[in-house]
């Protein structure tokens, strides 16, 4: 048994040291491209055969570009894209993190908290943040661009937050962001990990503009030939390209005609209540979203409830500090969120052995428990 423990642990810190291996031999900031543009700082994620996951090298070198592009006086906005054409960001390196929780690497404390640091910057950024999600965008990636002033999808862009599937809770502050999507369509969209694509994503208000691929590099250069923009020269540029893209117009929003059952079967006091609304109601698209949370982690889908349920009145520095206890909680041993990286990213089996299995096994005291404070621990911002 504890030749077992030692070889399983053995193995966990060499994919460790390799992972981190490759951060440390590329070349410094390669996995992020700095460029100032005339009076316009942009980034650029260039982890393009990792779909620009997010990992902590990217972390600790877009933070610090960002605060000092904040108070540069040559700098009047901020642009943010992914490289290679089909990410903007698909999530966070979480194999990686949960690679360090399995050895109490320091790396599953700091990713989250530097993490969320980095999605408070964004949030309160004091001048314009544009992020080009032109492409999958996920996870770690809506962290990058939901709480900029402008966000920009494409008929390439393809949103999610899937957590609850990897035991996880959809973090990087959406706990702010999706009870403020409206009616129950931010509950919906966290706890089934419902994929939203091109307008689709602004129609639901995660993105603030549609503008067609095509047209991205065009809109890019308009906006960093801008001379000290204001926030209202930049919508105006947006919502010109806007205006002139015409792609999936006439197609009706994905949801439109699930809104109101949505909003309907969604409205309850407990998950419980929500799969018993969705068995009751049975129609094919109500038996098509309980067999979905059937599948995902019966505790991810209760502390996902709460998280929204509180997030809908605190302001995003309070999310951020209520997920990085959520984080942690899900960083110790034995939690869903190791089982469900292995299920969907590791072994790939897509066949997760949740604990516990079924939502009447999880008690509220456990669910409680991951809400609490962590002291000294606790995020600061």
Not at 163 to 187: H, K, M, N, S, W
Not at 269 to 286: M, Q, R
Request: aromatic share 6%; with cysteine; charged share 25%.
């Amino acid at each position: 048994m504890s030749i077992t423990i030692l070889n399983s642990t053995h193995r966990s810190l060499c994919r460790l040291q390799r992972i981190r291996g490759q951060m440390m031999t590329s070349q410094a900031g390669a996995e992020i491209l700095v460029e100032k543009v005339g009076n316009a700082g942009v980034i650029t994620l260039n982890r393009p055969k990792a779909l620009n996951a997010l990992n902590m090298n990217m972390i600790r070198l877009m933070y610090p570009q960002l605060k000092k592009w904040e108070t540069d006086k040559e700098t009047d906005i901020v642009i943010v894209k992914g490289a290679g054409g089909k990410a903007f960001c698909a999530g966070g390196d979480i194999r990686a993190v949960t690679e360090a929780g399995k050895i109490g690497d320091p790396l599953a404390k700091n990713f989250f908290r530097e993490e969320y640091i980095l999605n408070n910057t964004i949030g309160t950024y004091q001048k314009p943040y544009v992020a080009l999600i032109d492409g999958i965008t996920m996870g770690g990636g809506v962290g990058l661009s939901v709480h900029g002033r402008f966000r920009v999808a494409t008929e390439k862009t393809l949103f999610a937050m899937p957590e609850t599937a990897i035991g996880l809770f959809p973090d990087v502050g959406g706990g702010y962001f999706l009870p403020r999507l409206q009616g129950q369509l931010g509950l919906f969209l966290a706890l089934t990990g419902f994929r939203l694509k091109g307008r689709d994503v602004q129609r639901a208000g995660v993105a603030s503009h549609f503008v067609e691929s095509q047209k991205i590099a065009a809109l890019e250069k308009e906006l960093v030939d801008l001379k000290t923009p204001s926030i209202e020269d930049v919508s105006r540029v947006l919502d010109s390209y806007q205006k002139r893209s015409s792609l999936d117009a006439e197609k009706p929003f994905v949801l439109e005609q699930h809104i109101d059952v949505i909003d309907k079967l969604f409205q309850s006091n407990s998950v419980e209540g929500i799969v018993h609304n969705l068995k009751t109601d049975g129609s094919p698209f109500a038996q098509k979203q309980a067999e979905t949370l059937a599948k995902m982690s019966p505790t991810s889908l209760k502390i996902t409830f709460k998280q929204l349920q509180a997030g809908g009145t605190m302001s995003l520095q309070e999310v951020l500090v209520m997920e990085y206890r959520l984080s942690q909680a899900c960083m110790v041993k034995g939690s869903d969120f190791y089982e469900g990286v292995r299920a969907v990213l590791v072994d790939k089996d897509h066949s997760p052995k949740w604990s516990p299995s079924t939502l009447k096994e999880v008690s509220e005291q456990s669910v409680e428990d991951c809400f609490s404070s962590l002291g000294d621990r606790d995020l600061k911002l």
